[in-house]
């Protein structure tokens, strides 16, 4: 069994600063990518925030360039979303994601339970 847990969800003012963390457990050979996604509103559409690869390769979402920064320790099986410059339009509930390869050499995806990010004064 796979498990993702997030963790770092909070309220905090605009232009304020969090970090998001989630660490996979389990019988795991190999975490491919690991990426973050968020939904603004229940029934709005999930949102790709970042994604980074084994390799360490980043990619973000238009509106969260150069604002936030996604990381990865692969000994550890965390990934880190560190968010700077929140906007009021960044509050959603926010998910981690990992494409993991099991015991039988397939690859599977998993997702976290959510954690809210709420920015507001």
């Known amino acids: 069994q796979v498990q993702l847990v997030e963790s770092g969800g909070d309220l905090v003012q605009p232009g304020g600063s969090m970090t998001l963390s989630c660490a996979a457990s389990g019988t795991i050979v190999r975490i491919s990518r690991m990426a973050w996604y968020r939904r603004q509103t229940p029934g709005k559409q999930l949102e790709l925030v970042a994604t980074i690869t084994d390799g360490e390769i980043p990619e973000y979402a238009d509106s969260v360039k150069g604002r936030f920064a996604i990381s990865r320790d692969s000994a550890k099986m965390t990934v880190d979303l560190r968010m700077n410059s929140l906007k009021p339009e960044d509050t959603a509930v926010y998910y981690c994601?990992?494409?993991?390869?099991?015991?039988?050499?397939?690859?599977?995806?998993?997702w976290g339970r959510g954690t809210q990010v709420t920015v507001s004064s």
């Open positions: 994601n990992a494409r993991i390869q099991r015991g039988n050499l397939r690859e599977y995806e998993y």
